[in-house]
Structure formats: structure tokens, C-alpha cells
């Protein structure tokens, strides 16, 4: 069973701080890795993408990226309110694969 | 561009009715079409995913189904439905595997 875990949460942080959000995943033969923000009682929307090793940045977001070690985070920086949401993780194994296997998410709450 | 939509947005049935819930994709040939589930606690649920017109894999047992009559259109059923199918129920596409899903608005479905 591949799996993808996250902290429940809720991580709580000030707005102007950075926060950190975690994920490991079970599947070593993992390929690709995204983030998706979901607000209250709306569908997740994507973030980021990250498929090889190392730090991608895009504006205040950074995804990080160890395979080694089955590890991908989503720093966000100069948190603002706007960022309070649930943070999904989800993973593809690649291959003849075409699933996305999500983690439950993390909730984030920036504030003022 | 690429739109998807989904409706409707929200449903109350009572227990033993039928269900279609239909998502549509424009601006795309040929996508990897998904119906996932979330429930509260529960995290996003892979219930069928399609590579193309009449090629539908499922991915749980359940009490739906789901069909792809065309290229862009994903159906997805039951023939009588149960407290239990109560959730967020969201299409998503994807352009080829290994690439991210955008997911459409979603649909509350509360059964009764």
C-alpha cells in the first residue's frame, strides 16, 4: 500500500513567518510530487511541482525535495492570512501509473 | 486554455436514489480523466481513473460506478445510494501521466 503522510496539524504560525510543511512517502520508485492548497469547502488547486532533488522556488513557495530519504516539504515564506488552508501532499509513482496518491493534508493557519 | 467543469455543486438525495454526478473538459484532447472522494478525517480518495473513451479502472469497491462515453466527459453513478457515499466528490484531469490533475469545483453530496 503506497502512502503519503502528513501532520494533521493545525501548524499555526505569524503572519511574516515562514512556515514549514512536511511529507514522507512509503513508495521509493516515486517520481513526482505536487502541493495543492485546498480552502474550506473548496477543490484543491495546485501549487507546486517538484521532480528532482533539491530546493524549487516559485515566489514565497519552496518545495524541497530529498528522495533519499522519501521527504518533500512546502516552505511558505512571509506567511500572509490569505495562505490559511489545508496543504495536500500528493505523489505519483510513475510507470504505467497514473494515480495521484494524496496525503490527508495539513492545516495551516497564518495569524494577524 | 484548459477548463473542467463539474456539477452540480451540491446534491442532497435520500438513501436508495440514484445518483450522475457528470465533469466535463475543454481546451484538451485525450486527458487522464479521475473522480476522487473526500470525506471529513478521511483525505482524498481515488475512486476511478480513465486513459480514454470506455477504459475505466476502479480503484475500491464500492457502490458506484463510472463511465467515459467521450473524450472529455467522465460520469460518474450509482444505482442506489447509501449514507455512506455522503462526501466531496471531485473530477480532475490530467494532460499525460506523471503530470499534475486540476481538479473542477466539486460536489457535496449529503445523503439522507
Known amino acids: 500500500q503506497k502512502e503519503v503522510e502528513q501532520n494533521s496539524g493545525p501548524l499555526s504560525v505569524p503572519e511574516g513567518a515562514i512556515a514549514s510543511l512536511n511529507c514522507t512517502y512509503s513508495d521509493r520508485g516515486s517520481q513526482s510530487f505536487f502541493w495543492y492548497r485546498q480552502y474550506s469547502g473548496k477543490s484543491p488547486e495546485l501549487i507546486m511541482f517538484?521532480?528532482?532533488?533539491g530546493d524549487k522556488e516559485d515566489g514565497r513557495f519552496t518545495a524541497q525535495l530529498n528522495k533519499a530519504s522519501q521527504y518533500v516539504s512546502l516552505l511558505i515564506r512571509d506567511s500572509q492570512p490569505s495562505d490559511s488552508a489545508t496543504y495536500l501532499c500528493a505523489v505519483n509513482s510513475g510507470g504505467s501509473n497514473y494515480k495521484l496518491t494524496f496525503g490527508k493534508g495539513t492545516l495551516l493557519t497564518v495569524n494577524p | 486554455s484548459q477548463t473542467i467543469h463539474q456539477w452540480p455543486a451540491t446534491l442532497v438525495q435520500p438513501v436508495g436514489s440514484p445518483l450522475s454526478l457528470e465533469c466535463t473538459v475543454e481546451?484538451?484532447?485525450?486527458?487522464?480523466l479521475y473522480w476522487y472522494r473526500q470525506a471529513a478525517g478521511r483525505g482524498l480518495q481515488l475512486l476511478f481513473y480513465s486513459v480514454g473513451i470506455g477504459q475505466i479502472s476502479s480503484e475500491v469497491p464500492q457502490n458506484l460506478s463510472a463511465s467515459r462515453p467521450q473524450d472529455r466527459q467522465f460520469i460518474l453513478s450509482s444505482k442506489k445510494l447509501l449514507l455512506s457515499d455522503s462526501g466531496f466528490y471531485l473530477c480532475a484531469w490530467s494532460a499525460r501521466r506523471n503530470t499534475e490533475a486540476f481538479f473542477g469545483q466539486g460536489t457535496r453530496l449529503t445523503v439522507v
Open positions: 517538484i521532480y528532482s532533488n
Open positions: 481546451g484538451t484532447s485525450n486527458p487522464n
